[in-house]
């Protein structure tokens, strides 16, 4: 089985920049795709961007521009760079891929 570690979240100030990570490690067969989802309270959790077992990174419309995905060769790490943070990004995020969860972590930005 697979684990998935995220780590990177904080508090922060609006328009200031973080960086989530969040590594694999167990029994990894073949590559896989990695993503990145939140959620906010109450609310279902809602994708945010990942990158293919290829490489090719998506995004949701809503941080196209300010997010940039990443993830190491081997696909055992991606990561979330998150600029001109919003107090609208305030979410637990968390990391998905060969098909587990991350354990989440808090980002909050401050207006």
């Known amino acids: 089985q697979v684990q998935l570690v995220e780590s990177g979240g904080g508090l922060v100030r609006t328009g200031e920049s973080l960086t989530l990570s969040c590594t694999a490690s167990g029994r990894i067969v073949r590559v896989a795709a990695l993503g990145w989802y939140r959620q906010f309270p109450g609310k279902e959790r809602e994708w945010v961007a990942d990158?293919?077992?290829?490489?090719?990174?998506m995004y949701a419309n809503f941080v196209k521009g300010r997010f940039t995905v990443s993830a190491d060769n081997a696909q055992t790490t991606i990561y979330l760079q998150m600029n001109d943070l919003k107090p609208e990004d305030s979410a637990v995020y968390y990391c998905?891929?060969?098909?587990?969860w991350g354990q989440g972590t808090q980002v909050t930005v401050s207006s």
């Open positions: 998905r891929g060969y098909n587990q």
């Open positions: 990158v293919s077992s290829r490489g090719e990174a």
